[in-house]
């Protein structure tokens, strides 16, 4: 199925290899027997969870991201420590991490691939319920403000650009329509 739209990979060279991000610059022969060259970002994947209170605010997260040179509020997320890390055993570590907080119970909501036109990085994205909090332990180069905030607000500040992080907004959203479908 869908042969016809398949491209095989001729040969792969090491661009560059860092301490996250290894980018590659393949030879792919496409559909047609032409060949093309496909630059593209080897990324270990990663968690994010979406952290709902019983108010029914979520917790987020403020930090500086430097690609994009603004402070930005997002769900907590981190990369998985290895390409076979458990994604649920990085988003337990994830949410202590950046918020101090314990959960109960974490669900998957969904993976999503985050560019797929550059890189192979897949988000895999739970819900965290019956929180408990404790002491935030960010890695050393990381610095936070943990905010909490009515979902119903962050789904708004999805809507009007105050968050334009995908991985929170498809997460925000997600979590919005669980609960819409729990309670019809």
Known sequence: MYEDLIEKKVSSKAVFDGCLLHVKRDTAELPNGEQATREWIKHPGASAVIPLLPSGEVILVRQYRYPVQRVTLEIPAGKLDAPDEDPYVCAVRELSEETGYTAKSITKLTTIGTTVGFSNEYIHIYKAEGLTPGEMHPDDDEFLNVVKVPLA????????????????????????????????
């Open 153 to 184: 607000e962050a789904v708004q500040m999805t809507r009007d650009g105050r968050i334009f992080d995908a991985k929170s907004i498809v997460a925000i959203l997600m979590l919005q329509e669980d609960l819409r479908a729990a309670k019809a």
